[in-house]
């Protein structure tokens, strides 16, 4: 029997998750998040929320010693950490892809904590929609035209339409996803998606 802890417009993700089998916890959240994003498309679902979920007990967690170059931490509830990598690479995609992209384009500030994220990704298919994103925003840096070089970025984030786009430069965007992927390349065999050649942001890739 499915549990789904909702109240309103609130939903208590560890609770969801806590009582019940990772898809069935995946179900609760589609089918709220789908029904709360037919009321207002331009406010967080309850995808958005779940990932900002999963990024908080993260950031309270504890530090991995991974590699100095990556730093990234770990949730201290194991049971629920092993959940979430099973409903985030399993039974929320592909909706969770959007989601994923635009949270880290969006992380302008704390780029780095983009790994507290990416830490939790073992789907190649997740894996491969970032790649294609950092090539899509990688072209971009070199649109002369300055109406346009944005418009990916910005679309990926979904600001409120008046924000400014200083925050949607193809550089810095694809400079984010960049370091995402090579700390994904320490963590997974990618050689079939990508190589090292691949994620110069110094080669034109038209």
């Known amino acids: 029997m499915l549990s789904n802890n909702l109240s ?3 939903i208590d993700f560890e609770n969801v998750i806590a009582q019940n089998d990772p898809k069935d916890a995946a179900a609760v ?4 998040s789908d029904e709360e994003e037919e009321l207002d498309p331009n406010k967080k679902d309850l995808l958005d929320r779940f990932l900002d979920f999963v990024y908080f007990k993260i950031q309270t967690g504890y530090w991995e010693d991974f590699n100095d170059a990556y730093p990234t931490k770990r949730m201290n509830d194991e049971v629920l950490e092993k959940k979430i990598i099973e409903i985030l ?3 929320l995609y592909p909706n969770i892809v959007l989601k994923i992209l635009k949270f880290m384009t969006r992380n302008v500030y704390e780029p780095d904590t983009n790994l507290f994220i990416a830490n ?7 894996i491969h929609s970032i790649y294609n994103t950092y090539v899509l925003f990688k072209k971009d840096v070199y649109d002369g035209n300055k109406e346009t070089r944005c418009l990916n970025v ?5 600001f409120p339409i008046q924000t400014s786009n200083d925050l ?5 965007a694809a400079a984010r996803l960049k370091y995402v ?10 050689d079939d998606i990508f ?9 034109n890739p038209a």
């Open 181 to 190: 992927l090579e700390f994904l390349t320490l963590k997974n065999n990618l």
């Open 89 to 91: 690479n399993e039974h």
């Open 195 to 203: 190589t090292k050649e691949d994620l110069l942001l110094s080669v």
């Open 29 to 32: 959240i589609m089918e709220s």
């Open 154 to 158: 910005m679309k990926i984030q979904q």
């Open 168 to 172: 949607s430069s193809p550089l810095e």
């Open 120 to 126: 939790l990704i073992h789907s190649k298919d997740i």
């Open 8 to 10: 309103g417009n609130v």
